[in-house]
């Protein structure tokens, strides 16, 4: 197997270069909640975000977060209970039936585990084609087949070889390859990628976020990345936003965000996060913190006020009574803290 990209089916963005700066997805206060029996789930709580074109946005953050919850947002899997997801000019919240069908080929989704979300029963050509098929394609099955096949090679996978098989038949690192597929296909302009390579062994980590990165270039995607891996996104983020019980606490350029993260929670978060050389908390010196308490509260029953505040060992009174909003505190850089840290 090799990542020899060789596909030409997806056009170019003929909008112009990747760094035009303009934004290409818009979430405006999105809110999704879940009724269950045991009351609501607040896993997404007012949360407004902009990614520039051609560029990649991670989300980080503990499991339960609400980093799925928000990237399924952006798909309308499902709707969220309040706001709104914007690509380019297209409001995807006001779509629905076939506009709705026809606007989700311009966004699509890469799930965390390749094996369970490839249907085990079809062969790999079919679980490709099928999003065509859905749509509908001028020149029928043989236009299908084209672009079938050239989305498994621009993934590394040969289709006469791979194209037959079912999913049992392929590796982690290879079922990923084929859910890329799945997805370019459509020939996005948006991809949500969510922790798509966290189920995978560590020798293949590395290789599927190179494809990652090359997709992302060679068809001037806009890319949503999720993972609770702070290390991991370290070099393929442009921008990174730290989410916490449902709110985005902070919001900045990665190297910004690393180099010097104004909420606790984010020092927190970089603090425990491991890398190749030590911790990134070494970089920072003294500055590094830990939680007054290592639980997380339940988004059935989120804090007043700042929903970090029953960990942070910064918060005050008035930390509980007024959430605080994302406020610029530099260039492209937001923090959402009463008491931020100061730049070291
Ligand atoms: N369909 C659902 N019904 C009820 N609660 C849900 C549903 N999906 C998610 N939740 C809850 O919403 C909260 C946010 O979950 P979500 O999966 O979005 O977080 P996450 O940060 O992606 O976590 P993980 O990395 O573990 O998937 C969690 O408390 C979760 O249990």
Do not use: W
């Amino acid at each position: 197997m090799n990542g020899t990209i060789t596909t030409d089916h997806v056009a170019p963005d003929p909008s112009g270069p990747a760094d035009a700066g303009e934004s290409k997805l818009v979430v405006d206060s999105v809110t999704v909640e879940y009724k269950t029996r045991k009351g609501t789930v607040h896993a997404v709580s007012d949360v407004s975000l902009d990614v520039p074109r051609g560029s990649t946005l991670a989300l980080v953050g503990e499991s339960g977060c609400g980093k799925s919850s928000l990237g399924r947002a952006m798909l309308q899997l499902p709707r969220p209970t309040a706001g709104s997801v914007r690509v380019d000019e297209t409001d995807l919240t006001t779509l629905s039936g076939s506009a709705l069908k026809q606007a989700r080929k311009m966004i699509q989704m890469v799930f965390q585990d390749p094996i369970s979300s490839l249907n085990p029963r079809r062969t790999v050509r079919d679980i490709v084609a099928e999003g065509l098929e859905i749509q509908g394609v001028e020149g029928g099955r043989a236009e299908i087949r084209r672009r079938v096949d050239a989305a498994l090679e621009s993934v590394g996978l040969d289709p006469e070889h791979a194209g037959g098989r079912r999913p049992s038949e392929f590796s982690g690192g290879q079922c990923q390859r084929i859910a890329l597929a799945r997805a370019l296909v459509l020939e996005p302009e948006v991809l949500v990628c969510d922790e798509p390579v966290s189920a995978l062994d560590v020798s293949v980590q590395a290789q599927i976020l190179n494809l990652l990165e090359d997709m992302k270039e060679r068809y001037r995607l806009t890319m949503v990345f999720i993972s609770h891996d702070l290390s991991v996104v370290h070099n393929i983020a442009d921008q990174v936003a730290v989410m916490y019980l449902g709110t985005v606490c902070e919001v900045a350029d990665t190297e910004a965000l690393y180099r010097a993260p104004a909420h606790p929670y984010t020092m927190l978060l970089i603090s425990s996060a491991p890398t190749l050389g030590g911790t990134l908390a070494d970089t920072l010196g003294e500055a590094a913190i830990s939680a007054t308490s290592s639980e997380l509260p339940s988004p059935l029953n989120p804090p007043s006020g700042c929903r970090f505040r029953t960990r942070c060992p910064r918060a005050t009174e008035l930390c509980a009574t007024e959430r605080p909003q994302l406020v610029d505190i530099a260039p492209g850089h937001k923090v959402a803290c009463h008491h931020p840290l100061e730049e070291n």
